[in-house]
């Protein structure tokens, strides 16, 4: 049924949904057994490449996740501070799809006590298309 619906035959695969804490939207993530995959472009384009190249997660411990995910053969990309209220970092994972994570500074800081002591290694930059404040 699901080759139906995709447009392929012979389907095999392992679907799981992420959901959010509050019930509405997610993401599926397909891992296609068969038919065999097929690799189209280079896997390490750029985030402003055409098509689906980045995904973004808000986490708890941005510095585990990026551990864990760096464990597992992901490349970090790179990292920073956004002003007082988030810490950031792209990573790219193995299949290269650019995986982007958001820790929100305030949120962990009144949880854990995490962050008022912590040394910062990200730099202040802001990201592109930030608004510049006067």
Do not use: C, W
Not at 106 to 123: D, H, I, N, V
Request: hydrophobic share 40%.
């Amino acid at each position: 049924m699901v080759g139906s619906l995709i447009g392929l035959k012979d389907v095999r695969a392992t679907l799981a949904m992420m959901r959010p804490p509050d019930g509405h939207g997610g993401i599926e993530l397909d891992k296609f057994h068969t038919p065999n995959a097929i690799r189209f472009g280079p896997v390490d384009a750029p985030v402003n490449a055409l098509g689906l190249r980045r995904v973004m997660f808000a986490v708890d411990d941005i510095d585990d996740v990026v551990a864990r995910m760096r464990a597992r053969g992901a490349e970090l990309i790179g990292e920073m501070q956004y002003e007082d209220t988030y810490r950031l970092a792209y990573i790219r994972g193995p299949e290269g799809i650019i995986v982007g994570l958001a820790e929100e500074i305030r949120k962990a800081s009144k949880r854990t006590g995490k962050g008022s002591g912590r040394s910062k290694p990200f730099s202040r930059a802001k990201p592109a298309g930030a608004p510049i404040r006067p």
